[in-house]
């Protein structure tokens, strides 16, 4: 079934051209699920039948496999591109940090606090730690099972087991039974009894080996057991040679599809050094990581990679972007000064925080421009004096305040004339070209 061309698909399509997958056609739709970049769910109309016979053939090359349970999962995987621009990224890199069972009760239950509160907000999204990793250290069963009974009672997020012996992840996965734990790692030696583990408990697992035949090896015999929640573990200490198998895994499977290789990755990282742990831990969320695993809870650092990710895992064809409104910025009233900007979310919230910072109340007018930034909208002819003009006709802005003073971006003083032609009565001000000079043309300028 994977290789049927985009005629062959389009035949057990129904054909009615209804344009409700967003395409005019459905042969654009079957020659866009020929080439991996559209999923069958998108066909709203796609009959049982051929649900069941374009199933293996539209399914994403890269299984999506989910760790954890309930409302509190991880999903890596389902990615159907070697490149972002193509069509986008779909799961991002699932980010965690090491915790072992050497540490006492007391630290355990605070380090998993820090762990649990640490987030950020970030252009309109909370983004936090997807998991923990709790690692067998101490050489004793007991102690880690009963560290593992405290970490599952205070963190309800995503657990990876890390441990070498095939008896403590035995009895760590018959403990964590039902949260869908990932355990990590069987090796060809252990993939037999941790695998039939895995399937037994509903477990995600990983697949370590040192080289690529012995991990195809490992894969193969999960697949002959029908268990396919894996992850790949290639281990190697070379930076270059790790970036290269991660290459050679993706395009093995979406371009040469290699099915045992089509699964996300599971990477420990450990360096010694904190500044390496991060540049690897960024590498692995530009190039194809799974789940990344890092020593140490650094908050800088961390703070970097999730914004890093953020960014990557967006679709490129669809900027991220705010509802074109008239926002509030503290508790304004009538005689509250008007900025505008533009509605591509990073521009909104840097310039709404910098007027917050000023410590004034004001209106945000935020017209659409198709999620562009200042220059960009403005080049695009998407934000000029008419379209301000319009939107705040549309919005009713002369009804709901009573100064007539709209500040516009310094990056585009050109269009103050024509805005002012476009709002009879309003004076337009030219703002600063940087967010962050607001607090002293607010001090200088509007507070004057």
């Keep these: ?33 020929a080439a991996k970049k559209a999923e069958l769910s998108e066909c709203p109309d796609a009959s049982d039948e051929a649900i069941h016979a374009l199933g293996a053939a539209a399914a994403p090359p890269i299984r999506s ?10 999903t890596v995987g389902g990615e159907t591109v070697l490149f972002r621009h193509e069509r986008t990224f779909v799961n991002p890199t699932a980010l965690g940090i090491a915790v072992d069972d050497t540490i006492t009760a007391a630290e355990l239950e605070q380090r998993v606090g820090e762990l649990a509160a640490y987030r950020l907000e970030r252009v309109g999204e909370e983004i936090r730690l997807d998991l923990i990793c709790f690692a067998f250290k101490s050489g004793v069963a007991e102690q880690f099972l009963s560290a593992l009974d405290k970490l599952a009672s205070l963190w309800d997020r995503a657990i990876v087991v890390k441990a070498d012996d095939p008896a403590v992840l035995r009895d760590a996965a018959k403990k964590l039974e039902g949260r869908k734990p990932l355990l990590a790692s069987a ?62 895994i993706r395009r093995g499977a979406l371009r040469s599809g290699i099915k045992t290789l089509g699964y996300p990755s599971f990477k420990s990282i450990n360096t010694g050094n904190a500044l390496d742990d991060a ?22 650092s961390l703070s970097s990679l999730l914004a890093m990710r953020q960014n990557i895992y967006t679709d490129p064809q669809k900027p991220v972007q705010v509802e074109p409104n008239l926002y509030p910025i503290g508790e304004p009233n009538a005689e509250s000064p008007v900025f505008v900007t533009t509605n591509f979310s990073l521009t909104y919230f840097i310039v709404s925080s910098e007027i917050e910072n000023t410590g004034i109340s004001a209106w945000l007018l935020v017209p ?73 043309f607010v001090k200088n300028v509007v507070g004057a």
């Excluded at 985009?6 to 654009?28: E, H, R, S, V």
């Excluded at 496999?65 to 991880?74: L, Q, R, Y």
Aim: with cysteine.
């Design 65 to 74: 496999v989910t760790i954890g349970a309930g409302a509190e999962t991880a």
């Design 187 to 248: 090796t060809l030696a252990t993939i037999d009894e941790l695998g039939d583990l895995a399937k037994e408990t509903g477990a995600a697992l990983a697949v370590a080996a040192d080289d690529m035949d012995d991990l195809v090896a490992a894969v193969t015999q999960l697949e002959e057991k029908d268990f396919r929640d894996i992850l790949l573990e290639l281990r190697t200490d070379d930076l270059c040679e790790h970036i290269q198998n991660n290459i050679i």
């Design 1 to 33: 079934m994977a290789a049927l061309t985009g005629l062959q698909i389009q035949k057990l399509l129904p054909g009615t051209n209804c344009k409700k997958c967003g395409l005019n056609t459905c042969l654009a739709f079957a020659m866009k699920l």
């Design 279 to 300: 540049i690897e831990a960024g590498i692995e969320v530009v190039k194809y990581g799974g789940v990344v695993v890092l020593p140490e809870f650094d908050p800088a």
């Design 368 to 440: 659409e421009c198709e999620g562009m930034s200042v220059l960009t909208a403005w080049a695009a002819g998407k934000f000029g004096g008419d379209r301000i003009g319009a939107f705040a006709k549309e919005i009713g802005l002369a009804e709901r305040t009573e100064n007539r003073t709209l500040v516009i971006p310094g990056y585009v003083a050109q269009i103050s004339g024509e805005t002012e032609e476009a709002m009879p009565g309003w004076q337009v001000v030219v703002g600063p070209q940087e967010a962050g000079d607001l607090e002293s």
